[in-house]
């Protein structure tokens, strides 16, 4: 999928994303489980957690979480690593952890600090707010601070696994 994407991209801009693939599949995954964050913030706060909108935010990083552990280890930074998988993995709950405050800060911000709630503003105003920080502001500098981290403890650099050498070329039949 990468590689049919990165055959349309006209060049120069081409070989600049050849250079940040591993950039541009975390920025996929981040797509994908913002998505995933999103429908469970909403369905949470929308129901069982309307008067908790920072659990409700808690609880749907975490699922995205789950899924992001998968996705980034198996595809993102799939040539990095090396350490033993119960090691890697620990490592990123513990960051993705710390991550979950930091996706949580802006909500918890807007909502206890600016007092953008009910009843100091609209309902209107509360969800356009809850949605901005939660998952706009949030999303933006979590994943700021996952792609630094997991880059710098998860999958550094100096861990990559080695990949098997592609298989020689079959040569073409001769006449």
Do not use: C
Not at 19 to 36: A, D, N
Not at 56 to 67: D, G, Q, S
Not at 140 to 145: N, P, R
Request: proline letters at 8%.
């Amino acid at each position: 999928m990468v590689e049919a994407t990165l055959a349309r991209i006209p060049q120069p801009y081409r070989d600049k994303a050849i250079k940040h693939r591993e950039l541009i599949k975390f920025l996929m995954v981040g797509g994908s489980t913002w998505v995933i964050d999103t429908v469970v913030f909403l369905v949470l706060k929308a129901t069982v957690l309307a008067d908790k909108p920072v659990t409700a935010k808690v609880i749907a990083v975490l699922v995205a979480t789950m899924v992001s552990y998968v996705l980034n280890r198996e595809w993102s930074f799939r040539t990095r690593g090396g350490r033993e998988r119960h090691h890697e993995a620990l490592l990123f709950f513990v960051i993705s952890g710390i991550g979950v405050a930091v996706y949580s800060a802006p909500l918890w911000v807007s909502r206890y600090v600016f007092e953008l709630q009910v009843p100091f503003v609209t309902l209107v105003a509360q969800e356009s707010a809850d949605f901005v920080a939660g998952q706009i502001v949030g999303t933006l500098v979590g994943m700021a601070f996952r792609w630094w981290a997991f880059r710098r403890f998860v999958w550094p650099d100096q861990f990559v696994r080695r990949q098997p050498p592609p298989p020689p070329p079959v040569p073409a039949p001769q006449d």
